[in-house]
């Protein structure tokens, strides 16, 4: 297996994941106990100084997609360990003092009914107080965030470009972008 770190928003761990070779469970936490750290649900932010800069964050679940995306984008990625723990976002976000959210969550949130659920809480928890853009990619890019940066600029041999990704302003319908020529 392998570790991953969760940073806050002052780039210090909070908490560590490994991801594991084989078996269940897949992933297996580790806090720090008397440490003064809390020890709720992990959510990791990389890029915090861009966040603080541009007033926006991208949101996604699991730290290594945050991680990767980050490489080809220069934005900051909040992640929380999977879409179902969204509410450990809330704080976070809020601390950020950002105007607006990229919303990345897997691709699965359009076929997986409890994902979906989760995904609508999350909006309906944001809307009214900060503007929230979804990004979408073709569902051969991948199923997260990071599978479809990569693919973009592999496939377009472009530099990535986070407009290519991005449906403004989440409310009640949903409109694909035609940028980068995801659709004509």
Same mark, same amino acid.
């Given at each position: 297996?392998?570790? @991953?770190?969760?940073?806050?928003? =002052?780039?210090? @761990?909070?908490?560590? !994941? ?13 806090? *720090? ?11 990791? &932010? ?12 991208? &949101? ?12 080809? *984008?220069?934005? +900051? ?17 809020? %601390? ?6 990229? !919303?990345? *969550? ?5 076929? %997986?009914?409890?994902?979906?659920? +989760? &995904?609508? =809480? *999350? !909006? ?24 479809? @940066?990569? =693919?973009? +600029? =592999? ?30």
């Amino acid at each position: 297996g392998y570790l @991953i770190p969760f940073r806050d928003e =002052k780039g210090l @761990i909070q908490a560590l !994941q490994i991801r594991t070779d084989r078996g269940d469970p897949k992933y297996l936490f580790f806090g *720090f106990r008397d440490s003064g750290i809390d020890n709720s649900t992990p959510v990791h &932010v990389v890029n915090p100084d861009v966040a603080r800069r541009t007033k926006s964050a991208w &949101v996604t679940e699991g730290p290594l997609k945050a991680d990767v995306a980050s490489l080809f *984008f220069d934005a +900051c990625f909040v992640a929380s360990p999977g879409v179902s723990s969204w509410r450990s976002l809330m704080p976070v976000l809020k %601390n950020l003092n950002l105007d607006g959210i990229v !919303q990345a *969550f897997d691709r699965d949130q359009d076929e %997986n009914s409890a994902v979906k659920k +989760c &995904v609508e =809480k *999350f !909006q309906e928890a944001l809307l009214g107080k900060i503007r929230i853009d979804r990004a979408v990619w073709p569902v051969e890019y991948g199923n997260g965030v990071d599978d479809a @940066i990569v =693919k973009i +600029c =592999k496939t377009l041999e472009v530099e990535a470009n986070p407009d290519s990704l991005i449906i403004r302003e989440i409310k009640e319908t949903e409109v694909v972008l035609k940028k980068a020529g995801l659709l004509s």
